[in-house]
Structures are given as C-alpha cells and as structure tokens.
C-alpha cells in the first residue's frame, strides 16, 4: 500500500500553473526522485507536501491522512521530516548537541532551554549519530567537519524525529562524487533498513539515476514520466526535456559502484 499518495495537485502563481494536476504515490522503503529541467516545479511541489506552500487544489494522503490545508509543524508531527541545510545546523554546537536539539525539540521541550540540550537523550543522539557513522566525532563542534560529515549530521537529526517519510532537497549539492556517492548509500541503507519512504529532487543524474528506486518527471507543472530508471533513462518525453540542457543519461562509471571503490 502506498504511505503517500498525490492526486490531482495543483498551484498557480498569477497566471503560471507551476504545478498542473499531477499525480503519484510512494511506498514505505522506496526512493523516489522527483526531477525535471529549471522551473518544472519540483520545489513547489515538495513545498505542497511539507506544507509551507498551500495547494490550491488535489490531495496529497499519508497513510490516509489528507495534508492539505495543515501546518507545516502538524505535518511534521505526522511524520514528514526533512533534510536542511548546512546553514541550519548549529555550527557552534557539538555533533551531538546538534542531534540532542532534533530529539529536545521532537520530545516538545522548550527551545529556549539552550543548557537543557547538553543533558537531553545522549545515548539516543549517539544512537542516531552511529547509524550515519558519526558516533566517532560526537564531542566535535559541527564548524570543525567536513562538508560530507555535516550532510551525515543533517541526516542523524532528520531521522531523529523517526519520519515516515523524509523529503530531501538536493541532498548532494556542492559534494565531490565520492561524497556524493556515500551520503547516497547511507541514505538508501537507512530507508531499506527502516522502511522510510523518500521524497528526493536532484540535479546530479549520476545520483538519481545511481539511486532513485523510481523517479517522476516534470516539465512546466506537467508529470511526463514515471517509472523506474531503465526507463525514464530511454523516454522520448524525458529526453526532449532535457535536449539542449548539457544533462546525459548515460550510465556513469562512478555511480553504482561502492563507495570505496571510487576516486577522491
Ligand atoms: N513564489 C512564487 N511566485 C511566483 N512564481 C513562482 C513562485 N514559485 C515558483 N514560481 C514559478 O513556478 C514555476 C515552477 O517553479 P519551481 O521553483 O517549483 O520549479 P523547480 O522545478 O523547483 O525549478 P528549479 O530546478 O529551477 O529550482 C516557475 O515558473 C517559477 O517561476
């Protein structure tokens, strides 16, 4: 059965139909990439399920439940989480206090309790921490790390609130292949092993096509493919999109590889 299920969605912006009546579903386990060239509308999309954008009309259901219309903190709760970026991780804090914060604030204590994060669910924030593998650097500050190792932090601290569904935003922005290639394999282990459903967009097709269980496509608000990536790779439709626009669907060297066996 699907955990989420889009029908008939739908948002203009005066007279620009960003999102024209699309519909799909998402199952428990499954990756999913959402792709399609600039201004398809791929982020007011995601912005419809998170609840920052209100749709003007459809339905979007998890696990039944209609989240049109709530708030984006209601839809949380529910279980949608999400990846942020780099810029909201507190740099100053440890590893640890950053996911110690994700729990504080999953458990409804008060965020002004700054001092209350350093006592709050060590060991589960070192749990979480483990299953990115970054138990190691717990006692770190997050300015000190690598840019990979802050996208595993970002990772720790969205499972945190144990999402059934965890919406990602070009997760692999600005990372060098092989980091690209890891965050991606931690990110496909954690889904399979816990069964959360992902929403991803993304404009590294090594990636997508690497990672994505399936993929929908959309240009100008439309869905115009679905399906697995044999077969949008080989999709009249998705290749006349992308005409002109430098992307190539051409199976990569680096990606499917494990991540050790690729170059720096
Ligand atoms: N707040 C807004 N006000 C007016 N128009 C908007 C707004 N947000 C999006 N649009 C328009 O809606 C369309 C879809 O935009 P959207 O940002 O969803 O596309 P996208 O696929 O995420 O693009 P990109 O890959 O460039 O981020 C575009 O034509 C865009 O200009």
């Known amino acids: 059965m699907s955990l989420l299920k889009v029908e008939n969605l739908g948002k203009s912006f005066g007279g620009v139909k960003a999102v024209d009546g699309i519909n799909f579903e998402l199952k428990a386990g499954e990756l999913l990439a959402l792709i399609g060239p600039n201004g398809a509308g791929k982020s007011t999309t995601f912005n419809m399920v998170n609840g920052q954008l209100k749709a003007d009309r459809g339905s979007i259901t998890l ?11 209601d839809i949380w709760r529910l279980g949608v989480g999400r990846t942020f970026q780099i810029a909201a991780t507190f740099s100053s804090l440890t590893v640890v206090e950053n996911v110690q914060m994700a729990l504080l604030s999953q458990d409804k204590k008060l965020f002004s309790l700054w001092s209350a994060a350093a006592k709050h669910r060590r060991s589960d924030a070192l749990d979480l921490l483990d299953m990115v593998g970054m138990a ?29 569904l965890l919406l990602m935003d070009e997760p692999t922005a600005g990372m060098a292949p092989k980091e690209r290639n890891e965050l991606m394999a931690l990110t496909k282990k954690l889904v399979t092993e816990r069964g959360v459903a992902v929403l991803f967009t993304e404009h590294s097709m090594d990636v997508v096509f690497a990672y994505a269980d399936r993929m929908v496509v959309l240009a100008r608000g439309r869905l115009i493919a679905e399906g697995k990536p044999d077969v949008i790779r080989d ?8 005409f002109g626009s430098g992307k190539t669907f051409e199976k990569s060297q680096e990606a499917g590889k494990a991540p050790e066996e690729q170059a720096a």
């Open 63 to 73: 696990a039944g439940t209609e989240l049109v219309g709530l708030q984006p903190r």
């Open 136 to 164: 190691s650097q717990a006692d770190r500050p997050c300015s000190v790390l690598a840019y990979g190792d802050v996208k595993r932090v970002e990772l720790a601290i969205a499972m945190a609130n144990a999402p059934k």
């Open 235 to 242: 999709h009249p439709k998705v290749q006349e999109v992308y």
